[in-house]
Structure formats: C-alpha cells, structure tokens
C-alpha cells in the first residue's frame, strides 16, 4: 500500500505506506540497485502527512509528484512536490505542499502516470500539471490560477 516509484535506472524512491499494525507512514527511502541497499532520506522542512495507497510520478529530472492516498482517518486531496533528490543537486531535499484553489475530490488507489511531451506530462486523477514549471515556485503560482 505504499509507492515504489522508479527514479534512475540505478534507484527507487519509496513514500509512505502502512506498518504491519495498519498504520499509516511518512518516511521518504531511495533504494540503489546496484548495492541493494536501502537509504532513509530525511528531507528539511515539512513532511506530507502520513498516508498509503497515494499515487506519486517522476516529473521532469529533478521533481516527484505525490497525489492524495489515505490517511488514518480517511482519503487526502493534496500535492505535494520533492525535490533536491537528483545526484549533484544544489537543492536541498525537501517536500513542498502545492496548495490549490481547486482540486480533485480526495481519494486513494489510484494511479498517476508520466506521458510523452506531445500530451500533458504528468495527470492525477483528471488534473494535469504543467511540465515546462521549471520551479515548484511555478506550479504553485499555475495551480493558483
């Protein structure tokens, strides 16, 4: 129930799920293939809310998208962006909440897919999200629109 999402061909990035009692994560791993190893990232800042069965997507090189997923006492509606996780990046590693006027309806189980620059790049749950936002400062600006 968490989301395995495939970063590099070398490395995966885990967010969240649920522990063996049911309860909901917020922990952030990168797992290197090549070393078979697992390393805890421990962002700056603000974390997304403990959830499972959210969706997330590699958006560009240097962004990973997160949608929604349950929380403990029911479904999200929130976007959330990562970024400072790609090798020599001068950002730091942090989690930025997209706060939207409008929004999809919370939910949880579904899927959010990465697409060819011919359509949008990135689309969760019917909304897309612009590709060319070169900062989480522009989709946030776009999202307020």
């Known amino acids: ?3 395995l999402l495939w970063l590099t061909d070398t490395q995966l990035l885990l967010f969240g799920g649920r522990n063996e ?6 922990d952030t791993w990168l797992f290197d293939l090549i070393s078979n190893s697992w390393q805890q990232l421990k962002p700056d800042g603000p974390l997304p809310p403990p959830r499972k069965m959210h969706s997330m997507v590699k958006l560009g090189a240097h962004q990973v998208v997160l949608f929604g997923g349950e929380r403990d006492s029911g479904p999200l509606d929130d976007l959330w962006v990562l970024r400072g996780w790609a090798p020599g990046s001068l950002e730091p590693l942090r989690w930025t909440h997209i706060k939207m006027k409008v929004s ?4 949880f189980g579904h899927a959010m ?4 620059p011919a359509a ?5 749950a019917g909304a897309a999200i612009e590709a060319e936002a070169n900062s989480t400062a522009d989709m946030a600006a776009a999202a307020a629109d």
Request: aromatic content about 0%.
């Open 120 to 124: 949008p790049p990135a689309a969760a």
């Open 113 to 116: 897919v990465t697409v060819t």
């Open 21 to 26: 009692s049911g309860k909901a994560l917020q």
């Open 104 to 107: 999809p309806a919370p939910r």
């Open 1 to 3: 129930m968490s989301c």
